[in-house]
């Protein structure tokens, strides 16, 4: 599995893993309280027969994945920009003081964005995060959803 491309389109760092073209580019690891990602030397290809050995927990709850950002299909995108991006670096704390191992980074549309102040704070950010805190959960919230409450 280390044949997989990554590098064909722009790459969203908190993808869902149902897409067709998701990669795991690294592992939950942690506590509940204070989860953290291990990163991957090779990138995996998210297939039903992995999701099947994973269960009953969803793929999310132990992979972060990765697939191609999907732009003003998502609302985190303001048409330019990942608003998700923006709002880690603008909100959360670093976590690392050096850039993390990542393999998906060339593609990353974080790092194309935001560089560095990015991924010294993606080793946090958990897609199906069951006890988030607060301010996790504000970081997370779309604009969209925080005009409608």
């Given amino acids: 599995m280390s044949d997989i491309s990554v590098n064909k389109t722009t790459l969203c760092p908190s993808a869902r893993p149902e897409p067709a073209d998701s990669i795991i580019f690294s592992v939950i690891g942690g506590t509940v309280a204070e989860p953290y990602i291990a990163y991957l030397k090779q990138p995996l290809t998210v297939t039903e027969e992995l999701i099947a050995k994973v269960r009953p927990v969803t793929p999310a709850e132990i992979f972060r994945t990765a697939a191609s950002c999907a732009e003003s299909g998502c ?8 608003r998700l991006a923006m709002r880690i670096i603008e909100k959360l704390p670093a976590v690392v003081e050096e850039l993390p191992p990542c393999t998906i980074r060339r593609d990353c549309r974080w790092w194309q964005q935001e560089g560095k102040a990015a991924c010294i704070r993606c080793p946090q950010v958990i897609t199906d995060h069951y006890n988030p805190s607060e301010l996790m959960r504000e970081v997370a919230t779309p604009m969209s959803m925080k005009l409608m409450c």
């Fill in 75 to 82: 609302q985190h995108f303001n048409g330019k920009d990942c």
